[in-house]
């Protein structure tokens, strides 16, 4: 007995003691807090899943665009030299960019030249031809300054001539006996 009266005078003691007032918004808000910890706990893999795909498909969306931008990219090999009008290569690449590829992706990228001059020339030579062959459906004309990696068109039809004029002309086995032999 003696010891509740002791507990009881020391917890009265303390409350006493205390001179700042107890706000019930302290004790309501412990208990918020755990209801919505045990919530978040109970439904937890949900509401994170869908920003854990995006983030892994992030990079993938921007290796199909780089893989766009260098499929449309215009190089020195597609202008004259000089002037920067756009050759009979160049014409072709355009034509298919803006009549064949997926309407999304009919954007194209022309690589920096020497000179911001050149560049420009580059630029407005696409302009003109794109006016000509699509002139309901202009699409978007850029600047790149990703690596031309590429071929002149005369240099691949070299060696493309080359390894024909290289290949044997066909010839059917000769004939042998050994077959026809007969066992006794």
């Not at 499929?71 to 803006?98: M, P, S, Y």
């Not at 000179?115 to 699409?139: C, H, K, L």
Request: charged share 20%; hydrophobic share 40%.
């Amino acid at each position: 007995m003696t010891v509740r009266v002791l507990r009881f005078v020391g917890v009265v003691l303390i409350a006493l003691g205390c001179a700042s007032q107890v706000s019930a918004e302290w004790f309501f808000g412990i208990f918020n807090s755990a209801a919505r910890e045990t919530k978040r706990r109970q439904c937890w893999p949900e509401p994170f899943v869908t920003a854990d795909r995006q983030a892994a498909r992030m990079p993938f969306a921007a290796m199909v665009n780089n893989g766009w931008e260098r499929q449309n990219l215009l190089g020195e090999f597609h202008f004259d030299a000089g002037n920067g009008q756009l050759n009979e290569a160049g014409q072709t690449k355009v034509r298919w960019i803006f009549q064949s590829a997926p309407r999304q992706h009919r954007v194209a990228y022309v690589h920096i030249a020497a000179t911001q001059a050149e560049t420009d020339a580059r630029v407005a030579s696409v302009q003109q031809f794109v006016s000509r062959i699509a002139p309901n459906d202009m699409g978007a004309i850029f600047v790149s300054s990703i690596p031309d990696e590429g071929w002149p068109a005369e240099e691949v039809e070299k060696i493309d001539r080359k390894f024909i004029e290289s290949t044997p002309k066909p010839r059917l086995p000769e004939a042998s006996n050994a077959g026809n032999a007969t066992s006794n």
